[in-house]
């Protein structure tokens, strides 16, 4: 069905060229779960190798971006695609620009791993690791909902992020009580609450995603919606 709906909304005429791009988005994707992946080991290992690597494989996803960015436009310009057509450009377009910000938020993750945090805080990063592996779930989960176009997937995964806003509370207030009972510990929690807040919003951007591949297969923008109202257009139509 999802491939019968993705067929329906790309002309024949570029079919290449716009499958080109999402396998671009798709090789992008992959690489940023991987950089998000490996901004988490080195923040558990304190690895500053690791670290580093993350921060050098920023740019490949900015170029990724950049070239993805590009040949969408030259799709538009040649082909004049059809409403349903832009709505799956509109959805790569802007898929890509969450990507490249979830790399962001993994560079700044790496940097953490790099600066005041060390072993003595090591009961700190527990928590935050769990919170990273599940971001990494979520990211992984939203982009196999993208290669498919599966809008169902896509909205069980855009339900997802309230259970990482809700273990980001969690941690702050874990985060908070340290700071107190040890006001030598600030500098250090303090590097784990900005890795804690940079999770949160890859939470964000990856619901983002989830929300363009439902906008691109139910040609309804379900942002800012209520849970009824999302709820009602993910119900199949009776005949």
Known sequence: MDKHNLQRHISG?????????????????GLVEQQLGDAIDAIHRLDSDLARQVI??????????????????????????????????????KTVADLE???????????????????????????????????????HDVLDAFARMNAESAFEVHGQDHDIDVKYESMLRELMTYMMEDPRSIPAVMEVMWAARALERVGDRVQNIAEYVIYFVKGKDIRHLDEQQVAKIMTPEQD
């Open 56 to 93: 050098e494989t920023d740019q490949k996803v900015n170029s990724y971006e950049v070239a993805i960015d590009e040949e969408s436009m030259r799709i538009i310009a040649r082909r004049q695609p059809t409403a349903g057509d832009l709505r799956l450009i509109f959805a790569i377009s």
């Open 13 to 29: 005429q570029f079919n290449a060229e716009l499958e080109n791009i999402r396998n671009q988005v798709l090789a992008m994707g």
């Open 101 to 139: 910000r979830i790399g962001d938020s993994a560079k700044k993750l790496a940097k953490v791993a790099l600066e005041k945090v060390d072993h003595k805080q090591s009961p700190l990063l527990i928590s935050l690791e769990s919170l990273g592996r599940q971001c990494i779930s979520m990211l």
